[in-house]
C-alpha cells in the first residue's frame, strides 16, 4: 500500500468520524434524540461501510493493475483517480481505464521509461476527460447530480421516518431541518467536491472543511447566535417535504430525469 493510499484511507476515516460525531452533536443541540435511532444510526452505519467502499473502489488492485511496476502503477493511480472522479459515464471510465493500463503494460513491457509515455499524469487525465465532454457542461452535470442525490435522499429520510409509525400519514411524515441542512450540504458541496479531488491536493482541505462543517460550526453558531429565533428553528423545526401525492410523484420523476438529462448531456454537446 503506498502512501498515497494511506492517505486516502486515513481521510476517509477522518470524515466518517466528523460526519459520525457531527450528527451526534447536531442531535443533542437538536433535543431530538428520542428519534436518533430512527434515520441518523442508518446514516452512520452507512458512512461506515463508504471506507469499505473507498478500500475497493480506489484501493484494492485488480490483476492486470498488479502488473504494474511502482512508477507506473503511481502514474497509472494518478490517470485513474481523475477519470473516475469526472462527470464521465461509467462506460467511458471503464473504456478509458482498460485502454491507460493497456498502454502503460505494453509500454511497461517494452521497458520503456514512464516518463516518455506519460509526462504528466494529471494533464493527460485532463486531456482524455476534455476529449469526452466539454468543460462548461462540467457545471451542468454536477448541478444535476445534487438535485439528484438531494431527491433520492430526502425521499429516503421521509420513508424511513414514516416506518418508524406507519399508522401517521405518510403525507404528514416531517423532517428535522437539521437532517435536511445534512442533506444539501452532501449532494451540493460534499459530492461535487469529491469529484473535483485531484490526487494529493485538495483531499487534506476537505477533510478540513468536513470537520469545520460537522463539528466546529454547529458548535460556534449556537454559542455566538444563542437566543436567536432563526439558529432555534434550524436546530429544533421540521419541515414536511412532501406534503401530498404530487409533490411525491415529482420526487419520483425527478431523478430518472436528472439521469436521462446527463446522458444526453453527455452524448450530444461534447
Known amino acids: 500500500m503506498t502512501k498515497r493510499d494511506k492517505f486516502i484511507i486515513f481521510c476517509s476515516i477522518a470524515i466518517t ?13 437538536s433535543g431530538s434524540n428520542s428519534k436518533f435511532l430512527s434515520y441518523r444510526v442508518p446514516i452512520i452505519l452507512i458512512s461506515l461501510l463508504a471506507v469499505l467502499a473507498v478500500y475497493f473502489s480506489r484501493i484494492r488492485k485488480d490483476k492486470y493493475e498488479k502488473m504494474l511496476n511502482s512508477e507506473y502503477y503511481q502514474k497509472y493511480e494518478t490517470i485513474r483517480d481523475i477519470v473516475m472522479n469526472s462527470q464521465l459515464s461509467n462506460n467511458s471510465k471503464k473504456e478509458i481505464k482498460e485502454d ?6 505494453s509500454a511497461q513491457k517494452a521497458e520503456k521509461s514512464v516518463d ?15 476529449s469526452y465532454l466539454r468543460p462548461e457542461r462540467i457545471a451542468v452535470l454536477t448541478l444535476l447530480d445534487g438535485i439528484m442525490f438531494s431527491a433520492i435522499f430526502t ?8 416506518l ?14 437539521d437532517v435536511l441542512v445534512v442533506i444539501f450540504f452532501v449532494a451540493f458541496i460534499v459530492i461535487p467536491v469529491s469529484k473535483a479531488f485531484k490526487p494529493n491536493q485538495s ?3 476537505y477533510t478540513l472543511i468536513i470537520i469545520i462543517a460537522f463539528i466546529l460550526l454547529p458548535g460556534i453558531i449556537t454559542k455566538v447566535f444563542s437566543g436567536n429565533e432563526f439558529i432555534e428553528q434550524l436546530y429544533n423545526g421540521r419541515v414536511n417535504m412532501i406534503p ?4 411525491f410523484i415529482i420526487y419520483l420523476i425527478v431523478v430518472p430525469t436528472c439521469i436521462f438529462l446527463k446522458a444526453y448531456i453527455r452524448k450530444l454537446l461534447r
Open 17 to 29: 468520524l466528523c460526519l459520525i460525531v457531527g450528527i451526534v452533536c447536531i442531535s443533542g443541540i
Open 100 to 105: 491507460i493500463l493497456d498502454i502503460l503494460i
Open 116 to 130: 516518455n509515455v506519460v509526462n504528466s499524469p494529471v494533464e493527460f487525465a485532463e486531456n482524455i476527460i476534455r
Open 155 to 162: 425521499l429516503l429520510a421521509s420513508c424511513v421516518l414514516w
Open 164 to 177: 418508524e409509525n406507519v399508522r401517521e400519514n405518510f403525507f404528514s411524515t416531517s423532517i428535522d431541518i
Open 203 to 205: 483531499i487534506g482541505a
Open 244 to 247: 401530498n401525492i404530487i409533490i
